[in-house]
């Protein structure tokens, strides 16, 4: 009690009251100083989803969805071996132009693109373990394995 009574005198002197629930009253939030303008900038996050292909096979995959149409409709960008969104939004182009139904072309590896890319697998012969939308184990090994056939494509 006279730890509490002692608290209760600071925190009185300090214009606040301490209650008997050691409940904090009278409390005023403190003048906000002024907010200092600080450049602001534009920050783009380059996600990279391999769906488990290694860099070799990542490469793989770019140079056949690249390859797959005359003039650079499918353009991955680099070949890199990275999948971000460029290198999705040719999939994404390469899988609606065959009806497998990726939905927007954005670049977002969402449930509709992998539906559509285990349309694809299925279509090929593949294992994906079902058309869910989930990128599971039987969809990446699939996956991996396409990026094998026929030694690759670069």
């Not at 003039?71 to 070949?79: C, L, M, Q, S, V």
Request: aromatic residues 8%; charged residues 15%.
């Amino acid at each position: 009690m006279f730890r509490r009574a002692k608290a209760a005198v600071a925190l009185t002197a300090a214009g606040l009251t301490l209650g008997l629930t050691g409940a904090l009253a009278g409390a005023t939030a403190a003048a906000a100083a002024p907010a200092q303008q600080t450049p602001t900038r534009t920050v783009t996050i380059q996600a990279v989803n391999n769906l488990g292909l290694s860099i070799s096979e990542g490469k793989s995959v770019q140079c056949y969805v690249r390859d797959a149409a005359p003039r650079g409709k499918y353009n991955p960008g680099a070949i890199d071996g990275q999948l971000g969104e460029k290198s999705w939004k040719a999939w994404q182009l390469f899988l609606n132009d065959r009806n497998y139904n990726a939905g927007t072309v954005d670049g977002d590896v969402g449930g509709n693109t992998i539906r559509a890319l285990q349309r694809f697998l299925v279509d090929l012969g593949y294992d994906t373990g079902g058309v869910d939308g989930q990128a599971g184990s039987k969809t990446r090994a699939a996956w991996k394995a396409f990026s094998h056939l026929g030694g690759g494509w670069c």
